[in-house]
């Protein structure tokens, strides 16, 4: 057993073989121990009763992950993009709900934090800017206050193509929103909802999108619909209405226009759904090992890997993971403002193979362990559900990402066809 243990836990990215920094390496390995300790055991609870892992919330917070992408003069652990990503991929492989919704929290510092850092802003901009988040941190590090992310509104512009249709109205002392989301996860569990909203003008413009923090108990806020979905139910991704909701102007998480910047010129901002999947599909290659040496938690100690076709079935399985884990690694490793045509084409191909490579993993894995993994009492049907949807993910969709990379490496900005 003890075999089986030492595979199972350890680290997706060897930080010798994968050249990881000091840092990383601590907090990937904190991560490995909160989700084997704490969170491996909670995931079936959240996902059979689609409840948001609150207690999990607590312990990201007694663990200072909370604020991981809180700048270290902040109070917060002052994690860079990618230290994150490799963390949330740690916590992916124990339970994708909490991984998912802890991306769309810390979205929240390292948007305005580490990637906000990278973006042009006037002398002004930047002075208030810093502090205003420095408001919204001391919420996080200090009272353990959860950030949600609402995106989605049902139209093109979680995609980029078109304006939100939430919108920011100026008013004396800052702002009233209106509008709705779809797909809104932490929805009724977050403190604070990061809106994504666009300045109300006679003419709608991208330009001019806001993100905004909108407290959850302000009045004219209301969640609505129910939550019985095929995987990740503890995201609990109900709909957002906001009504004349006021704002102060300290609510701003970037300045306006800044979104915007960020969204054209630092693209692999979007990457940030990924590293739950990349947990997912870790997390069914380890138990297709063990369940067929027969060390699987909650199985008969009966091996199976003396059987050819099972041989083929995992020696297929780890060349698409490790495939898949390369391409997302040199992905991350990349990210800042203004990459290179091939880095962004890189970064669509490491988003689509994570994405569909997740399921595929998981898809094989059941076929492999065959029908005992089929049962809830294992954990293969539910990382099979929760892997299931990721393609659909916006703002990067699998379609979105097959259209942007047949497109962009055929055609240089500007060109078009006479």
């Known amino acids: 057993m003890a075999t089986a243990n030492n595979q199972l836990d350890a680290p997706m990215y060897d930080p010798g073989a994968w050249r990881l920094t000091g840092k990383q390496a601590d907090l990937t390995a904190k991560a490995r121990k909160l989700g084997r300790e704490k969170f491996a055991g909670r995931a079936d609870k959240w996902d059979r009763d689609a409840i948001f892992p609150m207690e999990n919330y607590k312990d990201l917070h007694k663990s200072k992950l909370l604020g991981i992408c809180v700048p270290s003069k902040n109070g917060g652990v002052g994690a860079d993009y ?13 339970c994708g709900t909490t991984s998912l919704t802890w991306n769309m929290h810390v979205s929240s510092c390292l948007w305005t934090g580490d990637l906000a850092d990278d973006l042009k802003m006037t002398a002004s901009q930047r002075k208030t800017h810093n502090r205003r988040r420095a408001i919204h941190y001391k919420r996080i590090v200090k009272d353990g206050a ?44 977050a403190d604070y909802y990061g809106v994504l909203c666009t300045e109300k003008k006679q003419n709608l413009s991208r330009r001019d999108t806001m993100y905004v923090a909108v407290p959850a108990d302000a009045e004219g806020v209301t969640v609505v619909g129910d939550w019985d ?26 300045p306006k226009g800044i979104y915007f910047a960020a969204a054209t010129s630092w693209p692999h901002m979007f990457l940030t759904l ?4 990349m947990g997912i599909a870790q997390a069914a290659y380890d138990f297709t090992v063990q369940y067929l040496r027969g060390e699987a938690p909650g199985t008969p100690p009966v091996k199976r890997r003396m059987y050819p076709t099972k041989q083929l079935a995992v020696a297929n399985m780890h060349m698409m993971l490790e495939q898949t884990k390369a391409v997302w690694f040199q992905a991350i490793s990349e990210a800042g403002p203004n990459p290179s045509k091939e880095q962004v084409l890189r970064a669509y191909t490491a988003q689509y193979s994570v994405m569909e490579n997740s ?5 094989m894995a059941i076929r492999t362990c065959g029908g005992q993994s089929m049962l809830k009492s294992l954990p293969l049907e539910r990382l099979y559900r929760d892997s299931r949807c990721g393609a659909l993910m916006l703002p990067w969709t699998a379609e979105i990402c097959q259209d942007r990379l047949g497109r962009e490496a055929l055609y240089d900005r500007g060109e078009e066809d006479e």
């Open 146 to 189: 959860i950030y949600a992310q609402p995106f989605s509104e049902g139209g093109a512009a979680a995609a980029g193509a078109a304006p939100f249709g939430t919108t920011a109205t100026r008013t004396d002392g800052g702002w009233l929103i209106n509008g709705k989301k779809i797909f809104a996860s932490l929805a009724g569990s």
């Open 359 to 363: 399921n595929e993993l998981c898809r």
């Open 229 to 254: 979905p095929l995987g990740m139910r503890g995201t609990v991704s109900r709909n957002l209405l906001f009504d004349n909701v006021f704002v102060s102007n300290d609510e701003q998480l970037m």
């Open 82 to 94: 990618m230290t994150y990503m490799l963390t949330a991929a740690e916590i992916g492989r124990y």
């Open 274 to 277: 990924t590293p739950t999947y």
